[in-house]
């Protein structure tokens, strides 16, 4: 699964790929390290509203009908596409679309089956210097004080070759190398088609096929693998 990445893009650069404007400047994260586990906000396009890049949601998603107080948002970090409309925590907000914003991300290859060894990749694309990841949204609302907490999901598919080799962490345990996960990245013809409602979400069920470089940060010399 996917829980570090990286956005780097500017404000002017963000605004001039997406020919968007930014909703909050000052709320605008650009960060060469994000870990999903302080629930970050990263900068999002809503589907309603393609024209604004969005600074207000934060990264592991918070339904509408959670405790706060008690629900474990590090597992909603990431969604399986295969299972969304059969998790409580997806099934009703499939419709809730948006775009996540960013530069880069982070996985670790395992050398051994325990972790022990691990080797940090970064994972950029060749195509997009800014690129987007699928996700899903919503918003909690406090009841008794009017508070709301808009969050996000990013949405998960079976790695393709490159992240077959890099996100072993599973395949490497169980011999299956299907096992292997990657976010979807939405190549930029694609964008326009996730943020469609009408479109089926099955159809993004699939590995990224454009062009990648997994660059390997823990060599002494860094080169990319692929």
């Known amino acids: 699964m996917c829980y570090y990445t990286q956005q780097m893009a500017t404000i002017e650069a963000v605004k001039g790929r997406f020919k968007a404007e930014v909703d909050n400047e000052e709320n605008f994260l650009q960060s060469d390290f994000i870990t999903g586990f302080k629930f970050p906000n990263i900068p999002v396009i809503l589907d309603t509203s393609p024209a604004v890049i969005t600074t207000g949601h934060n990264w592991g998603l918070l339904p509408s009908w959670a405790d706060p107080a008690t629900f474990a948002r590090r597992k909603t970090l990431n969604a399986r596409i295969e299972t969304l409309d ?23 290859h395992w050398n051994d089956k325990q972790g022990k060894s691990k080797e940090k990749h970064q994972i950029v694309s060749n195509d997009d210097d800014i690129f987007t990841f699928a996700g899903l949204y919503t918003s909690w609302t406090d009841t008794n004080f009017g508070h709301t907490v808009n969050s996000f999901t990013m949405v998960t598919t079976e790695g393709n070759d490159i992240m077959k080799y890099v996100h072993n962490s599973k395949s490497i345990k169980s011999g299956n190398i299907h096992d292997a996960r990657m976010p979807i990245m939405l190549n930029k013809q694609d964008e326009c088609a996730w943020l469609n409602q009408s479109v089926k979400i099955s159809e993004f069920a699939f590995p990224y096929s454009g062009s990648l470089n997994a660059i390997n940060l823990d060599l002494p010399m860094q080169y990319e693998l692929f």
Do not use: P
């Open 86 to 108: 059969s998790r409580s925590s997806y099934k009703d907000i499939i419709q809730n679309r948006c775009l996540i914003i960013a530069t880069g991300y982070y996985e670790w």
